[in-house]
């Protein structure tokens, strides 16, 4: 398959981050510089949130993507953390509106500092980000994202419309996916082209990579839900379940489960709570919603990695093809 060659051993996540370690180090300088304040509190919740940094995908993302088109200098390490900005800002409100207690295995900041300070504080992190976007002079960029940070409030909005109702179908819930999760991958990877000036062939290619590669990652993370280990995860299982989110699995589920299954899952949805998390994941595993969420999956991995052949061949291209493999192949 064009654009699919791979090195002969699987690349590992940290391999990825080895062949731009010297950017990721200065992606978390400039994450802390840009988060000082005379502000106190905002300085607290801050240094909370860069404590539990996680896995970072999505500036690796940009990185690999800039590298791979051939940037050089610094500016895709100010878009890296323009992404991570924004994107900690989102989990930030999230946090709020689902009530989280736990997010990568930490206490949530609203736990920690109470709902107020979590969404005044979100609301520093996007305005910042838009500061650093101004400093990086480029009207593309802000185009960008401006489009993608309103195209996320929109996917906000439509998962808090979807909440309790079982008769969301797949595409209202791919429609939230890609506005909540893919569009910011897209965005990132789309920027990372832009400060690294490739022409619009790769451009459009590395935009295409990350629709695809944020689209797989919210699939997985979907089905983990009824799979994984509150330990792996970071957060209880169950949580989807427990605010009443019509994800995948259970989509799949009603369109497939007899009648006592899908009744279950229903009353799950409609009510919200975690108490029969056993037995809705047992009828999600007996209607193939895991396998059926994961092939969705692989399918857009495939296409992500399509993409890249857009790209010319390098190290970087070849980091991109395995970080779209390990978005369906991770356990947490």
Do not use: C, W
């Not at 390490?77 to 997010?103: M, N």
């Not at 427990?242 to 589920?253: C, F, V, W």
């Not at 056993?278 to 895991?290: D, F, K, Q, V």
């Amino acid at each position: 398959m064009p654009g699919r060659d791979r090195p002969r051993d699987p690349m590992q996540l940290n391999d990825m981050r080895a062949l731009v370690a010297e950017d990721h180090r200065a992606v978390d300088a400039e994450i802390r510089s840009q988060l000082a304040s005379d502000v106190i509190l905002i300085r607290q919740v801050g240094e909370h949130i860069v404590g539990g940094q996680g896995k970072r995908l999505r500036p690796l993302t940009v990185l690999l993507a800039a590298r791979a088109a051939g940037g050089s200098g610094s500016r895709h390490v100010h878009a890296a953390a323009i992404i991570e900005f924004i994107h900690t800002a989102t989990l930030l409100h999230d946090d709020v509106v689902d009530d989280s207690g736990q997010r990568r295995g930490r206490v949530t900041a609203n736990e920690m500092f109470g709902n107020a300070a979590s969404v005044l504080v979100g609301d520093f992190l996007y305005s910042r980000s838009f500061q650093m976007m101004v400093a990086l002079g480029n009207p593309r960029v802000m185009a960008v994202m401006a489009d993608a940070t309103n195209t996320i409030a929109e996917g906000e909005v439509l998962q808090l419309m979807n909440a309790g109702d079982p008769d969301t179908t797949e595409q209202r819930y791919l429609d939230v996916i890609y506005r909540k999760t893919a569009r910011l991958f897209e965005a990132g990877a789309q920027i990372a082209a832009i400060v690294a000036g490739a022409p619009a062939p790769v451009e459009d290619a590395l935009r295409r990579y990350g629709r695809h590669l944020g689209t797989a990652f919210q699939l997985i993370d979907d089905a983990l839900d009824y799979r994984g280990s509150s330990e792996a995860l970071g957060k209880n299982v169950g949580d989807d379940l427990a605010e009443g989110k019509p994800t995948l699995p259970l989509i799949h589920t009603l369109r497939n489960g007899d009648p006592a299954q899908v009744a279950l899952v229903r009353k799950a949805i409609e009510d919200g709570g975690s108490e029969d998390l056993a037995a809705i994941t047992a009828a999600i595993e007996s209607t193939g919603g895991l396998d059926y969420t994961a092939r969705l999956a692989q399918g857009e991995v495939d296409h992500a990695i399509q993409a890249l052949a857009e790209v010319p061949a390098s190290a970087f291209r070849d980091a991109l093809s395995a970080l779209a493999e390990f978005a369906v192949t991770r356990t947490h």
